[in-house]
């Protein structure tokens, strides 16, 4: 006669020990070999006749992976017990994996007269996620455009509006999919580590040649990279036998493309070069891979321009207005245009946003228009310098300001008459500052 202590579910919640030395993974390999170990706590043997592993896990692109089946198999009575078995995802990509271990009780048979759940019998229990590296190195990257990009503020009290643009920072556009090797893939500019001499696989800084301001480059330091995500310093380029710097950027997607914004800005207290042009190398970068192969070979973008940050400050003050407009400049400041304009015509306030610029002698009848007020003048001035705007109140119609920071350049061959004088200029920077109506109904 044989005496049984059935129980209805394991005496225990199953609890692996899987170390990253468990977790074996070879160059190229779409499967990860899994080897846990079990200790007395960990597992009851005599108790638990099967135990099952299923596996969930986010993914960056689409819907996330929860409860898919690895794994099964009849556990011996006693222990102890240790485990051998592969995880095949199907590519060799990095992800993080939460795997949930089902012990099932061995006695059900005592139990079960057909009518209840498979919960009665088991015990499930999710364990510690781990990182399942990518076993590839990365595809180089496939830059589209680098193009400056900017952030703007506004911020409107009684007695003054202010509009910041905050610049030193590019987009750029890539080209085909992104996260290739999975989860937490970034995007790394390679920069060369300081005291390196300028290379073809390093980020390059340089001074603009037509501006009149300080030199800059010829490399593009750590340092200009404060916003960037997180840094790698003394990182070896794969197949080049020198070390590099990364500045790694997050990657997002807007519509069918992927984008990376790049903010590069001198450290408090350096020297500042006006409008430096930048090319960046850049490259994939995955931290959780085999060793390695991290980091994909760089690609270069082309040239850009970072532009500087504009600060626009406009006071009501006695009769009229002061405009400012400050921030980083040549050594001789750019010119400042100031044009009060009127919105005019025939107009209601659903119209508003969707009026349009005058072009000076057109015949526009009663199509609201912006046009320069009645009796204005073009205020001029210069960048760091405050400019007067006389305001005549009360406005019938509403009023804003058209502001340009223009660029001046001289011309080597040949003259351009007045009437073409815009071929020597370039519009550093254009903003529009729309005045309250209890600025231009009434006097101050």
């Known amino acids: 006669m044989q005496f049984v202590h059935a129980v209805r579910k394991p005496l225990t919640s199953p609890q692996w020990n899987l170390p990253p030395s468990a977790i074996g993974r070879t160059a190229g390999s779409t499967h990860a070999g899994l080897s846990p170990t079990f200790d007395d706590t960990g597992l009851d043997p005599g108790s638990t006749g099967r135990l099952e592993v299923h596996a969930s896990w986010p993914e960056p692109i689409g819907a996330d992976v929860s409860g898919a089946f690895v794994h ?7 222990g102890p017990v240790a485990w051998q ?67 703007w503020t506004t911020t409107a009290g009684d007695r003054r509006i202010e509009h910041t643009r905050s610049s030193w920072r590019l ?17 790394a500019v390679v920069l060369a580590p300081d005291g390196a001499e300028g290379a073809p696989s390093y980020s390059a800084l340089g001074r603009d040649p037509v501006s009149a301001t300080a030199p ?110 400050d921030g980083l400049g040549q050594s001789a ?23 349009v610029v005058a072009i000076d002698g057109d015949d526009t009848g009663g199509v609201p228009v912006w046009r320069a007020a009645a009796g204005s003048a073009v205020a001029r001035g210069a960048v760091g310098t405050p400019i007067a705007v006389p305001l005549s109140p009360p406005a019938a119609h509403p009023q804003r300001l058209r502001i340009r920071e223009i660029e001046q350049y001289g011309i080597s061959v040949g003259t351009v008459p007045a009437s073409a004088a815009e071929l020597t200029q370039r519009s550093a920077y254009i903003d529009v500052v729309n005045l309250p109506g209890s600025w231009t109904s009434s006097s101050p």
């Not at 493309?257 to 090319?279: F, K």
């Not at 994939?284 to 400050?313: C, F, I, K, M, N």
């Not at 400042?336 to 009127?342: A, N, S």
């Open 72 to 78: 099964g198999e009849p556990m011996p009575p006693a």
């Open 333 to 355: 400041p750019n010119a400042v245009e100031v044009v009060l304009e009127e919105l005019t015509g025939d107009l209601t306030d659903a119209q508003l946003p969707e009026a």
């Open 216 to 325: 800059a480059g010829p490399v593009l330091p750590l340092s200009w990279c404060a916003e960037a995500a997180a840094t790698v310093p003394g990182f070896p380029l794969p197949g080049r036998g020198t070390l590099a710097d990364l500045a790694l950027y997050d990657v997002f997607a807007e519509g069918d493309s992927y984008y990376c914004d790049i903010e590069l800005r001198p450290p408090p207290g350096a020297t500042a070069s006006y409008a430096p042009l930048v090319r960046l190398s850049v490259a994939r970068y995955q931290p959780d891979s085999l060793t390695g192969l991290e980091l994909s070979a760089p690609t270069l973008t082309d040239w850009a321009q970072l532009l500087p940050d504009r600060h626009v400050a406009v006071d009501r003050t006695g009769p009229g207005l002061n405009v400012l407009i």
């Open 171 to 187: 987009r750029l556009e890539l080209s085909g999919s992104w996260y290739r090797t999975g989860i937490g893939e970034r995007l």
């Open 85 to 151: 078995f592969l995880h095949d995802f199907g590519d060799t990509k990095h992800r993080t994996v939460t795997y949930t271990l089902t012990a099932i009780s061995r006695f059900r048979q005592y139990f079960d007269h057909g009518d209840e759940p498979d919960a009665n019998f088991q015990l499930m229990q999710p364990q510690a996620p781990v990182n399942v590296l990518s076993t590839v190195q990365p595809p180089e990257v496939n830059v589209t455009s680098a193009v400056p990009s900017f952030a």
